[in-house]
């Protein structure tokens, strides 16, 4: 690598539209109720030196890739993995990757790793490293159940020790110490409900309690306290287990799970992401919700306002804000507003997108399926509408 990488360095994000100043995260402010528990504190990290509202464009990746890793490092984006959608059913998955160096603003590849090519991995970014485990192949017959971790200071990579559960493409989450895996990302005849916890400290995994619920197409946040699993349980056919999208929460200090009350959510697919204050949950219909830990409760959400479709959502938090993906189609929760913006734009139609939060603000990686165009952008969120 060509570049050095440092935890306390200050990037600058050169915008292709002009020249650089600096700005902080953090614009929106939730009010806090009793027994909330405050936002995650977040390093100041001065991104997108005099990025303006709105969009600004980047250098393209040399492949936007779906269901690979992806994780912002605090000074550039990591890619491993995934498969180049190309509308058929065939998926092959690759076994490489991309380093985007935030200060040159331009893309290397990763040494090559020692993991089979795969997609739907379990993936976080320690501060150090990029962690990978899990996974499947692209027809979603062969799973995986070993794991590397990624060292972009010298573009190396080293194997992870054995995990006490059999191979899957598990939900996860980074809790600042561990990399927890759980459950199935995807429909599959035998849903887990067993999981591990791996710390890079001591390169060793333990076992986790078994959850009270099963899920397939859902997603998992990390609060500062718990992981949260939600979403829905689906056969192969579209088939729900549940009435509505269902959820739980796992906390590692006492190894165990609780189950969240019942949403008023469509039990199809749906997507998730943690706020600071609350998990923002989008359904397969764009009916939305929110979640209070401390409350242990819901609150019903406007309706997102997009055109249904048969699309199964993604999101990623921004600040407080929700950055969310409708297939295309692109939407923000505003939490001043407390409800959704549609911030799509006529020029990304036809595009298929990848989500990255990088505060503060979100990494978009588009491609057009019909012309292999491939576009990143940068969205930083308005106060103003």
């Keep these: 690598m060509s570049f050095a990488w440092s935890t306390r360095a200050v990037i600058a994000f050169a915008a292709l539209a002009g020249s650089l100043a600096l700005i902080l995260v953090g614009e929106a402010v939730l009010p806090r109720g009793p027994g909330s528990s405050p936002p995650l504190p977040s390093p100041v990290r001065p991104v997108f030196a005099g990025l303006h509202s709105g969009w600004t464009d980047l250098p393209a990746p040399p492949e936007v890739r779906s269901r690979a890793a992806l994780v912002w490092t605090g000074e550039g984006l990591l890619e491993w993995g995934g498969y180049v959608f190309t509308g058929s059913g065939h998926k092959p998955p690759r076994a490489d990757g991309f380093v985007f160096d935030a200060r040159a603003r331009s893309w290397e590849q990763m040494a090559a790793s020692p993991l089979a090519p795969r997609a739907y991995v379990a993936s976080a970014w320690t501060g150090e490293e990029l962690l990978i485990w899990g996974g499947s192949d692209g027809r979603q017959e062969r799973f995986f159940d070993d794991g590397a971790a990624y060292d972009p200071?010298?573009?190396?990579?080293?194997?992870?020790?054995?995990?006490?559960?059999?191979?899957?493409?598990?939900?996860?989450?980074?809790?600042?110490?561990?990399?927890?895996?759980?459950?199935?990302?995807?429909?599959?005849?035998?849903?887990?409900?067993?999981?591990?916890?791996?710390?890079?400290?001591?390169?060793?995994?333990?076992?986790?309690?078994?959850?009270?619920?099963?899920?397939?197409?859902?997603?998992?946040?990390?609060?500062?306290?718990?992981?949260?699993?939600?979403?829905?349980?689906?056969?192969?056919?579209?088939?729900?287990?549940?009435?509505?999208?269902?959820?739980?929460?796992?906390?590692?200090?006492?190894?165990?799970?609780?189950?969240?009350?019942?949403s008023e959510l469509s039990p199809q697919a749906s997507t998730a992401a943690w706020n600071g204050r609350e998990m923002i949950a989008w359904d397969y219909l764009n009916g939305t919700a929110a979640y209070a830990p401390h409350a242990d409760s819901w609150r019903t959400l406007p309706k997102v306002p997009l055109d249904d479709a048969e699309c199964s959502p993604s999101s990623v938090p921004v600040g407080a804000y929700v950055f969310g993906n409708y297939c295309g189609p692109l939407a923000l929760y505003d939490p001043a507003a407390d409800r959704w913006h549609d911030i799509s734009r006529r020029e990304f139609f036809g595009f298929g997108f990848q989500l990255v939060a990088a505060e503060p603000a979100v990494l978009v990686l588009g491609r057009r399926v019909e012309t292999g165009e491939k576009r990143m952008l940068a969205y930083r969120p308005s106060t103003r509408w």
């Design 153 to 262: 200071k010298t573009d190396s990579w080293r194997s992870l020790p054995e995990a006490p559960i059999e191979s899957r493409a598990p939900l996860s989450v980074w809790t600042g110490q561990e990399l927890i895996v759980w459950g199935t990302a995807i429909r599959v005849a035998d849903r887990p409900r067993d999981g591990a916890a791996y710390d890079p400290r001591t390169d060793s995994w333990r076992r986790i309690a078994q959850s009270p619920i099963e899920l397939t197409d859902a997603t998992a946040v990390w609060t500062g306290r718990e992981m949260i699993v939600f979403g829905a349980a689906l056969h192969g056919g579209n088939f729900p287990e549940s009435k509505t999208a269902i959820g739980a929460a796992y906390d590692p200090e006492t190894d165990a799970w609780r189950e969240l009350p019942e």
